[in-house]
């Protein structure tokens, strides 16, 4: 009884912002209690601030579990960090509720929506871009359209040549994100953020999300959100869990397997993680796994195979060997069984993680 009314004096004195706060967080774990060991870990972050210039969070979720949690000076756990193109799984996620909700079909074409903004004589490849083609980068140009010159994007977007017939040529394509997030505005009256905030953003205790949108108020879609590190492995977590959530299905799960897979090849070195095929605003990666990702190093992994999920936030300009560093020290450290609690493990790890914030 002492316990609780303790409890009770506490929520009195935070007020309920306190509670909500601690509700939201992803449950926390020792990683030995989840077959991770300490040491792999602090063998990771070790290896991270030494080989990738530079790093700014990391987060590791284990069978939906935080086990491992830091932050590079002057990072923070409470501080939202730029995500640049993993904005765009964000959106194409708002693409997925509005198809579940009959608003659209990947199927229809994107001239559907811009009968206003179409060229007076469209190409037929234009005429033949489809919601899939832009959810691929599919969409037939050739050369990324140069859009923050242009007085209204989407216009500049339709008018912009289609040399190739939309879905044969795979070309990365952030203004194709706008499209969808202009869509996305067009059936539902909102913005994508608007639209996301009761449908996935509350349910995951995600607050006070920030999109930067366009001169047209439209959230800009391929880049531009801002949320916390935490955030983004609850984001990875979801789709981990084929859109369940808290034991609501939020997302369908027929959605979550078609972004995640490959629909479109993008390359053939079995080296580079840009050259393991594109799924819905979403890269596929070596060893079964799936990434949403962003200039500079910001990272969703999710592994299906290993019941994990990694965060990352940076400033890099090689990515590649940010994720090498994730591949080479933590994917042998998933083990299938708990392991054995090490505190002096566990101790040299947090000391580690209590240097880097305050090393800078």
């Given at each position: 009884?002492?316990?609780?009314?303790?409890?009770?004096?506490?929520?009195?004195?935070?007020?309920?912002?306190?509670?909500?706060?601690?509700?939201?967080?992803?449950?926390?774990?020792?990683?030995?209690?989840?077959?991770?060991?300490?040491?792999?870990?602090?063998?990771?972050?070790?290896?991270?601030?030494?080989?990738?210039?530079?790093?700014?969070?990391?987060?590791?979720?284990?069978?939906?579990?935080?086990?491992?949690?830091?932050?590079?000076a002057?990072?923070?756990?409470?501080?939202?960090?730029?995500?640049?193109?993993?904005?765009?799984?964000f959106?194409?996620?708002?693409?997925?509720?509005?198809?579940?909700?009959?608003?659209?079909s990947?199927?229809?074409?994107?001239?559907?929506?811009?009968?206003?903004?179409?060229?007076?004589?469209?190409?037929?490849?234009?005429?033949?871009?489809?919601?899939?083609?832009?959810?691929?980068?599919?969409?037939?140009?050739?050369?990324?359209l140069?859009?923050?010159?242009?007085?209204?994007?989407?216009?500049?977007?339709?008018?912009?040549?289609?040399?190739?017939?939309?879905?044969?040529?795979?070309?990365?394509?952030?203004?194709?994100?706008?499209?969808?997030?202009?869509?996305?505005?067009?059936?539902?009256?909102?913005?994508?953020?608007?639209?996301?905030?009761?449908?996935?953003?509350?349910?995951?205790?995600?607050e006070?999300?920030?999109?930067?949108?366009?001169?047209?108020?439209?959230?800009?879609?391929?880049?531009?959100l801002y949320?916390?590190?935490?955030?983004?492995?609850?984001?990875?977590?979801?789709?981990?869990?084929?859109?369940?959530?808290?034991?609501?299905?939020?997302?369908?799960?027929?959605?979550?397997?078609?972004a995640?897979?490959?629909q479109?090849?993008?390359?053939?070195?079995?080296?580079?993680?840009?050259?393991?095929?594109?799924?819905f605003?979403?890269?596929?990666?070596?060893?079964?796994?799936?990434?949403?990702?962003?200039?500079?190093?910001?990272?969703?992994?999710?592994?299906?195979?290993?019941?994990?999920?990694?965060?990352?936030?940076?400033?890099?300009?090689?990515?590649?060997a940010?994720?090498?560093?994730?591949?080479?020290?933590?994917?042998?450290?998933?083990?299938?069984?708990?392991?054995?609690?090490?505190?002096?493990?566990?101790?040299?790890?947090?000391?580690?993680?209590?240097?880097?914030?305050?090393?800078?």
């Amino acid at each position: 009884m002492k316990s609780i009314l303790h409890f009770l004096l506490i929520l009195c004195l935070l007020g309920p912002g306190a509670l909500r706060a601690e509700e939201s967080q992803l449950p926390r774990a020792t990683p030995e209690s989840q077959g991770v060991s300490s040491k792999a870990i602090q063998d990771y972050i070790q290896t991270a601030d030494r080989e990738v210039n530079s790093m700014h969070s990391f987060m590791l979720v284990r069978h939906g579990k935080v086990v491992a949690e830091a932050w590079w000076a002057p990072e923070s756990a409470e501080k939202p960090h730029i995500l640049w193109s993993l904005s765009k799984s964000f959106t194409s996620t708002a693409v997925g509720f509005a198809v579940a909700e009959g608003k659209l079909s990947i199927d229809d074409p994107v001239l559907k929506f811009f009968p206003d903004d179409a060229p007076e004589n469209p190409s037929a490849n234009l005429k033949a871009m489809r919601v899939r083609d832009l959810l691929t980068m599919n969409t037939g140009h050739q050369d990324e359209l140069n859009w923050r010159e242009q007085a209204d994007w989407a216009k500049a977007f339709l008018a912009h040549p289609v040399p190739h017939k939309p879905g044969t040529h795979f070309r990365y394509n952030t203004p194709a994100t706008y499209m969808l997030s202009a869509i996305v505005q067009k059936v539902t009256g909102q913005t994508v953020l608007d639209y996301l905030t009761p449908r996935l953003f509350e349910p995951l205790g995600i607050e006070k999300p920030v999109w930067e949108t366009s001169p047209q108020g439209i959230s800009i879609g391929g880049y531009g959100l801002y949320l916390r590190t935490e955030d983004i492995a609850k984001f990875g977590q979801l789709y981990l869990q084929k859109g369940m959530w808290n034991g609501e299905q939020l997302i369908p799960k027929a959605w979550i397997d078609m972004a995640t897979s490959k629909q479109v090849s993008n390359g053939s070195s079995l080296e580079s993680d840009w050259d393991q095929g594109y799924g819905f605003q979403f890269w596929r990666c070596r060893h079964g796994a799936f990434r949403g990702d962003g200039k500079d190093g910001q990272f969703c992994i999710v592994l299906p195979e290993q019941d994990a999920v990694v965060a990352i936030t940076a400033h890099t300009g090689n990515m590649q060997a940010e994720l090498n560093v994730v591949w080479d020290k933590l994917l042998p450290a998933f083990g299938d069984q708990a392991l054995a609690d090490d505190p002096k493990a566990r101790e040299a790890l947090e000391k580690t993680i209590a240097e880097l914030k305050s090393s800078r």
